[in-house]
């Protein structure tokens, strides 16, 4: 069995999968109606809110094969089928698997069908994820005003890559703590002789970082004793440790916030 499921769900959340470092341990799937590993007709997709109990598996047999015991789902809401296939996952899988979810929010200035579709799906997802991280996508036209719109929206899919990375060092640790619910999220690096704390800063200061910082991760060729005397400088509730030479001379901190 595999550890951790990814899937990846409508067009955005097809986008999103393809950025995941996919491998043995993590299984990625595609669900859309036009292209992905699993297809749902619009149609289909369109009836989740009327399906209940045994009835699902018959609609939707897929589901049967998702076996991995944690599942991260990656869409962008306010559309139908990504929107969809959240809710439904959430309403079937949420009580037999540890259940995640990383989403983008619609821009305001999208259809209010949009907006409307996403805050509904909120609600159901709220209430059948174990965590769940939401990336409006508002804020980036303000952040990154260099970048192009195609650009900036990428951003989204390189902060869910660097969020599965930590997911297994995140979920054995952060999350029996008990950091469930609605989480914030902050990921920064830093580099040359202030490294630690322009991680951090760069961390902080980002669109989705909210609330208090219940737990950092640091990543990065360094010792222990370095970041504790960084650290103290601020309300970290509990950080923890990587040491690792994938960031070259870069610390790179995630910081999830509740
Ligand atoms: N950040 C970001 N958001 C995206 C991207 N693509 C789509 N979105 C957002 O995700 C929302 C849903 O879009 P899609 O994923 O294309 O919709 P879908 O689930 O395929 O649904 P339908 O095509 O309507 O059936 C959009 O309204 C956008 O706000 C992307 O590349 N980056
Ligand atoms: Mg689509």
Redesign the pocket.
């Known amino acids: 069995m595999v550890n951790l499921a990814v899937l990846g769900?409508?067009?955005?959340?097809i986008?999103?999968l393809s950025e995941i470092e996919c491998n043995s341990n993590i299984h990625c799937i595609g669900i859309?109606?036009v292209s992905g590993d699993i297809r749902v007709s619009?149609d289909k997709?369109m009836m989740v809110d009327s399906i209940h109990g045994a009835m699902a598996f018959e609609l939707y047999p897929w589901l049967e094969n998702i076996a991995a015991e944690r599942i991260v789902v990656l869409?962008?809401?306010?559309?139908?089928?990504?929107?969809s296939i959240a809710k439904l996952i959430g309403a079937v899988l949420g009580k037999k698997h540890e259940l995640y979810g990383i989403f983008?929010?619609?821009?305001s200035f999208?259809s209010p069908e949009?907006g409307q579709r996403c805050n509904e799906a909120k609600h159901v997802i709220n209430t059948t994820y174990r965590a769940v991280i939401y990336?409006p996508?508002d804020p980036?036209v303000k952040y990154y005003p260099n970048l192009s719109m195609a650009e900036s929206?990428?951003?989204?899919?390189v902060v869910m890559r660097h969020l599965i990375h930590d997911f297994e060092h995140m979920v054995n640790h952060a999350l029996q703590f008990g950091l469930r619910g609605e989480l914030g999220v902050g990921i920064g690096f830093g580099v040359g002789r202030d490294r630690i704390r322009l991680a951090i800063e760069d961390a902080i200061d980002s669109p989705w970082h909210k609330g208090s910082k219940r737990y950092t991760l640091f990543s990065g060729n360094l010792e222990r004793e370095d970041i504790a005397v960084v650290a103290r400088a601020y309300d970290f509730e509990y950080w923890d440790f990587v040491r690792t030479n994938e960031y070259g001379e870069q610390v790179k901190v995630t910081i999830l916030s509740k």
């Open positions: 769900c409508g067009g955005a959340g986008k999103f859309n109606d619009r997709a869409a962008g809401l306010g559309g139908v089928i990504g929107t983008a929010e619609p821009f999208e949009r990336l996508n980036i929206m990428k951003i989204h899919g």
